[in-house]
Each structure stands twice: as structure tokens, then as C-alpha cells.
């Protein structure tokens, strides 16, 4: 009811274009030849300003240049403002070394970090729109160890597990389950922290499902303090001040652990009508919030992400396809809110 669900399931289709990006990446004198890609000219943000990779092969990018073949001028510029902004990689359950490997080299070769959401913990979603993940803990272990493997040394932000301590703490995920889901995410934290250039962020739910102290002993037991810090509002709707107001009093609980916000689509905060256990879920007249930036204006907020993909379905809610596939109405639905 309170969580994400709909977080993003996508097996990356862009991870060979990734791959093949390492060192693909075009001339712009403005950043020694390292910010413009091929394809629909899609470019890098400064450094200084957000870190983080864009993918140039991404789906949005695919759609501005569609637009522009069709002479929709004006919904690829309103596309591009998508896909012209660093989103995180989703990385599949099949091949996951092989996909962070991609994602990061091209980031590396880019001298930009990777964003990877590892989104694959057994009982996952409760079986709702992304129901799924790994077979058992030995799966998901080993899962773990392609995408460490694959990331390797290079600079990585890793957001781990949306939903997955909140279903815990709210009763969806079986009690059966929930020692388990934290030996997990405890052991995910401690494989992926130990990378030489990798920051990693448990999935802290957001301003909407419940009260901080409800959460906090749960994220202990998860193994928090090993992590880097936590992500709040993760493929949700809340303000950006909203999820700041909330990440701060979950932090004071928890050792004043900085926070990462999605603000992918949090422009207009959260619908308020239709059924409440699914306003979360493809909700109309949203906007896309604050772009992705390591200057945020709290010093416990470490970066402002856009952690789900713009234009990447919820579910199949309100006529939106499986989730994590794109929908090109929704994207330029967004676009246009945020125009």
C-alpha cells in the first residue's frame, strides 16, 4: 500500500550499446571529447554539477530520435530534456556482471559514476507488478557477486533493494521470509561496500508509508551502518522537501547516515485521488522534479538521483504496460508537466 511496488523490472535492453560505448563516445572540445555521444546527440552534465552517467543508448534517447525521424520536433526536445539527465540502470537478473560491467566501463570511459539499482531480493514486490526476483538466497548470493564482479573498481552509486526492508516492516513479505531478506541485504551491503569506489544506498521507503521509527530498527537489522547511507521516495511521488523532511528524521535514528532522494518524478508530489492503494501506481498529471546533482542544500542529502526512469511504466495500471517497459505518452506526459 505505502511502498513503490511497480519500482522497475527491466532487464536492460541497453546493456550491449553500453558495453560497446566504452570507448565510443564522441568529440566535444568542452570536455576533452568525453561529453557528446553518438546517436540523437545526447550529452553529459557537467561534472561539477552531476557526477552521474548518461546513458546515450537509453530509451529516452531512442525516443528523441524517433521523434525527430517522424519531424516531431517538439516532443523530442521535450524527450530530450529526459534523456539528456543521468537515470539509474536497473540491472537485470540474468546477466548481471556482464550488465555492470557495460554500464560502468562506458561510465568510466565517460569519467562520470554509474547509478545501478539492484532490484532482484527473493519475494521481491510481493508478487504484485514486479513480482519476481532471484529462486533463494544462493541465487540472490551469487547474483550479488556477478554485479560486484562486474563493477569491479570503477566508481559506482548503488541504490539496493526498493521495497524490500519497507515490506518487511509493513507485513507484505511473509514473515517467514524476513530473516532471510535481512541476511541478504545484509551480505549485499558488505560484498558491494567493500569495492574499492562504491557507495552504497539501502532502500529506506518514503514520506508517505508510515513513521521513520517504524523503520529504523528494521534498516539496523539490514545492516545500515555498514552502508553509505540510505534512498528515500525511490520511484514514488513525494516532494522533494517532503522526502528531505523525512530522510532527516530517519537519519537522526540511525547515526545521522546521509541520504540520497529520488526526485525523478516528484514535480507536482503525489496524486491524491482514484484508489489510494494505487496512486502510486502510473499516476496522471505528474512532473519530472529536480534534476540529478551532488549540490543539494543539506548537508545529509548526498545527491539528488533519478533513481526510477522517466517514461518506464509502474505496472499494468491506468493503461500502462508491464512494468519497467516504456511508454512513450507517459514520458511526454511528464516532459510537458515540467515545461
Not at 14 to 40: F, H, Q
Not at 52 to 62: I, K, Q
Not at 244 to 249: D, E, L, T, V
Request: glycine share 14%; hydrophobic share 35%; aromatic share 8%.
Amino acid at each position: 500500500m505505502y511502498g513503490s511496488r511497480g519500482a522497475g523490472v527491466r532487464a536492460s535492453v541497453a546493456v550491449v550499446a553500453a558495453i560497446a560505448l566504452a570507448g565510443c563516445t564522441g568529440g566535444d572540445e568542452r570536455d576533452g571529447g568525453k561529453n557528446r555521444a553518438s546517436g540523437p546527440g545526447i550529452t553529459q552534465q557537467p561534472r561539477g554539477t552531476a557526477p552521474f552517467w548518461v546513458n546515450p543508448r537509453g530509451n529516452a534517447a531512442a525516443q528523441v530520435a524517433a521523434y525527430e525521424k517522424a519531424g516531431k520536433d517538439r516532443d523530442a526536445e521535450l524527450i530530450r530534456t529526459i534523456a539528456e539527465q543521468p537515470t539509474g540502470e536497473w540491472i537485470g537478473p540474468e546477466n548481471p556482471e556482464r550488465e555492470a560491467k557495460g554500464f560502468t566501463e562506458a561510465a568510466e570511459e565517460a569519467e562520470r559514476d554509474a547509478v545501478l539499482v539492484l532490484y532482484n531480493i527473493p519475494h521481491r514486490d510481493c508478487g504484485q507488478y514486479s513480482g519476481g526476483g532471484a529462486a533463494d538466497g544462493d541465487a540472490y548470493r551469487a547474483w550479488i557477486d556477478g554485479v560486484a564482479r562486474g563493477i569491479g573498481d570503477r566508481a559506482a552509486t548503488v541504490v539496493l533493494e526498493p521495497d524490500a526492508v519497507l515490506h518487511v516492516v509493513d507485513g507484505c513479505t511473509p514473515e517467514e521470509f524476513h530473516g532471510e531478506r535481512y541476511d541478504l541485504l545484509k551480505g549485499a551491503i558488505e560484498r558491494l561496500g567493500a569495492l574499492k569506489n562504491t557507495r552504497v544506498y539501502l532502500d529506506a521507503g518514503n514520506a508517505g508509508w508510515g513513521d521513520p521509527d517504524e523503520i529504523y530498527e528494521p534498516l539496523k537489522w539490514a545492516g545500515i551502518e555498514q552502508a553509505d547511507g540510505f534512498a528515500v521516495n525511490v520511484s514514488n511521488f513525494y516532494t522533494t522537501k517532503d522526502s528531505i523532511a523525512y530522510g532527516k528524521r530517519l537519519s537522526s535514528r540511525i547515526g545521522d547516515k546521509p541520504f540520497v532522494v529520488d526526485t525523478s518524478r516528484n514535480g507536482n508530489g503525489p496524486w491524491t485521488e482514484g484508489d489510494e492503494d494505487e496512486r502510486w501506481c502510473n499516476p496522471p498529471g505528474r512532473a519530472l522534479g529536480e534534476t540529478p546533482t551532488t549540490r543539494t542544500p543539506d548537508e545529509l542529502v548526498d545527491a539528488y538521483l533519478w533513481v526510477k526512469r522517466p517514461g518506464e511504466s509502474d505496472g499494468e495500471c491506468k493503461g500502462g504496460p508491464k512494468a519497467g517497459e516504456w511508454w512513450p505518452e507517459y514520458a511526454l506526459a511528464l516532459a510537458k508537466a515540467s515545461d
